[in-house]
């Protein structure tokens, strides 16, 4: 357990890190059109691997591919913190996205392998720990590192973290080997990821460096379109598929992937641009920007740990993705109401409401999941939860950042008309907030109004969205958790063998 505590807490640090830094990075590397592509390049990258890591784990063993995942997580860490452009940047994070694909996954899929969901809120208090810890130590590592120090060591910082996490779990974490003839379908990765990655492409280009109606957004689209149905075909002719089909066909596992989805759309856009509204309109330093997100990682922690408790006493979890989708909506709706004169107190309001809604649903989801499978499809459960959730957050930063960056765009045009092209949009990509100081006042005042305007549109799109998440946790239904009873043959195997 401490070993996966570790790892958790190494998977969390990095995002929290990068993105209270990322405005910095940005100012230093230029281009902030390229901001959403140093998350996108990321996440694309865990959601192409993580469906391999899982059904890897599932047939030659979880310990060995977790490992592995950690390896190649900490060479990425390295690449990046190396970066000397933003094209580099972006390269050496799809090498950190490809092994982040197996660190939440292994965790997920060897607690659930060891621990039968009507139990896991015993264990949750722990797991809600590390990510306290990782909420406070992540923005204000980030922050500080940026304010006094290198944005190059955010990268760095998790060689030691990693290095430590490897050790524990080669020493504590004892598996049973497993060992499969089964071959890997990776015709249905090729294909799965050709796919994911069309519609990322389309979402982050369409309107921006290409007509929607451009032969590439066209091109695009139709080999997304293609690549997906011919995954759809392979998958269903394969021994071992990458993402066994069939387990859509259970209602609560197809909507409790939905509303991951959602639920990585609506995070990673708020991780993404809540900390450029407040180092620009609110002026926060990096550190500062950092501990104004600790309301909305509070709030998520606090709901997600009575959540596990209750859900262990009663077994009964149906109300909460209701009540969270619910909430969260309406805290992506108080939020696109952010301006120029909004306090930081009232924005921290809006993001423990959004917080709390995420709360509700982080736990559960994953939960369900693994609640709707057999054991031995453990890994491919908990890999396909967290694509959709990764899916997600891809796809919410390329769209979000579409539509504020084409908002700020706009907005500049509109209030600096006699201004030259440079101060309209496309020269403040280069502008970190403190170069944005110097700037002369009408400037300042225009992007700050063009900043509000942009997180405006991101979360009223996002509180649309939500819209779909509560339709769909509707349609969930109670299924009764599998209990602490007699616990299964490869359960009390692995259990033994830990």
Not at 16 to 21: R, W
Not at 54 to 77: A, E, M, Q
Request: proline share 4%.
């Amino acid at each position: 357990m401490i070993g996966l505590a570790v790892a958790m807490l190494l998977a969390m640090l990095d995002n929290l890190i990068v993105g209270t830094a990322m405005p910095t990075i940005v100012g230093d590397l230029g281009g902030a059109e390229h901001l959403s592509w140093v998350v996108t390049s990321y996440t694309l990258a865990t959601a192409a691997s993580t469906p391999i890591w899982g059904k890897l784990g599932d047939l030659y063993g979880r310990k060995g591919t977790f490992l592995t995942s950690i390896v190649i997580f900490l060479l990425g860490s390295a690449l990046s913190g190396l970066s000397q452009s933003m094209t580099q940047l972006i390269a050496f994070r799809a090498v950190q996205g490809l092994g982040a694909g197996g660190l939440m996954v292994g965790v997920m899929s060897i607690m659930g392998a060891l621990v039968p969901p009507r139990d896991r809120g015993k264990y949750q208090g722990m797991f809600a720990a590390v990510m306290a810890l990782a909420t406070i130590g992540g923005p204000l590592v980030g922050g500080f590192i940026t304010d006094h120090l290198n944005w190059h060591w955010t990268f760095y910082i998790n060689l030691p973290l990693g290095l430590v996490a490897l050790a524990f779990i080669v020493v504590t974490l004892k598996l049973p080997k497993v060992r499969s003839n089964a071959k890997i379908d990776y015709v249905g990765a090729i294909l799965l990821t050709a796919g994911i990655t069309s519609l990322v492409l389309i979402t982050t280009w369409g309107g921006q460096q290409y007509a929607w109606g451009s032969k590439q957004i066209l091109g695009l689209a139709a080999l997304a379109v293609a690549s997906l149905i011919a995954f759809c075909y392979v998958e269903q002719r394969v021994d071992e598929p990458m993402l066994p089909l069939g387990l859509f066909r259970n209602r609560n596992f197809a909507m409790v992937s939905l509303i991951g989805f959602i639920v990585g759309f609506a995070m990673f856009g708020a991780v993404t641009f809540l900390p450029l509204y407040q180092q620009t309109v609110q002026g926060a330093s990096a550190t500062n920007s950092g501990l104004l997100l600790m309301p909305m990682m509070f709030g998520m922690l606090v709901v997600s740990l009575v959540v596990g408790q209750v859900v262990t006493k009663t077994g009964k979890y149906r109300i909460f993705p209701i009540i969270g989708t619910v909430v969260m909506g309406g805290g992506s709706l108080l939020l696109s109401t952010l301006s120029t004169d909004t306090s930081r107190f009232t924005s921290s309001c809006y993001m423990v409401v959004l917080g709390a809604g995420m709360g509700f649903l982080m736990q559960i989801t994953m939960l369900v999941a693994q609640n709707s499978v057999e054991l031995k499809d453990m890994g491919v459960a908990s890999s396909t939860a967290t694509l959709f959730r990764t899916i997600g957050g891809s796809f919410g930063v390329a769209l979000f950042g579409a539509l504020f960056n084409n908002r700020v765009t706009a907005t500049m045009k509109e209030r600096l008309p006699n201004q030259p092209a440079g101060a309209k949009g496309g020269g403040m990509s280069q502008t970190s907030p403190e170069a944005l100081r110097a700037l002369p006042a009408p400037v300042q005042d225009a992007y700050h109004h063009a900043v509000s305007n942009g997180i405006h549109t991101v979360f009223l799109w996002g509180a649309v969205v939500s819209v779909v998440a509560v339709a769909a946790s509707l349609f969930l239904r109670e299924v009764p958790l599998r209990g602490a009873g007699k616990p299964s043959p490869e359960q009390s195997m692995e259990a033994a063998a830990v």
